[in-house]
């Protein structure tokens, strides 16, 4: 059993930065792929990066390719997604999830354990 918990959301302009966190329970933080999901209001939730187990692999959707950055800190049980260039479409809450698998998936219905959700607004 793994229970994450985001942080780091907020209200931000339009081209500022924002550092999403989510802290793991559990000792077996390491041996899971993580990843970060967002849903926008009336739309379905969406891949937005992960990130393998050692960290060494990473995924983007291309909306955000270039402007966000998924890490982990398996010392710290805690997955990290640095949000640059915001956009008034990035505005969503954010989840953060994890995969009891080695390679990360962009793909939702793998994904075994989920936060709660960090919401992230991005005015114009």
């Known amino acids: 059993q793994v229970q994450l918990v985001e942080s780091g959301g907020g209200l931000v302009q339009a081209g500022a930065s924002l550092r999403l966190s989510c802290a793991a329970s559990g000792r077996t933080f390491s041996s899971y792929a993580m990843g970060w999901f967002r849903q926008a209001p009336g739309k379905e939730r969406e891949f937005v990066a992960a990130?393998?187990?050692?960290?060494?692999?990473?995924y983007y959707a291309d909306s955000v390719k270039g402007r966000f950055t998924i890490s982990r800190d398996n010392a710290r049980n805690t997955v990290y997604l640095q949000m640059n260039s915001l956009k008034p479409e990035d505005t969503a809450v954010y989840y953060c999830?994890?995969?009891?698998?080695?390679?990360?998936?962009?793909?939702?219905?793998?994904?075994?354990?989920w936060g709660q959700g960090t919401q992230v607004t991005v005015s114009s």
């Open positions: 999830a994890a995969d009891r698998a080695v390679r990360a998936s962009t793909i939702l219905s793998e994904y075994d354990y």
């Open positions: 990130i393998n187990w050692s960290g060494h692999g990473t």
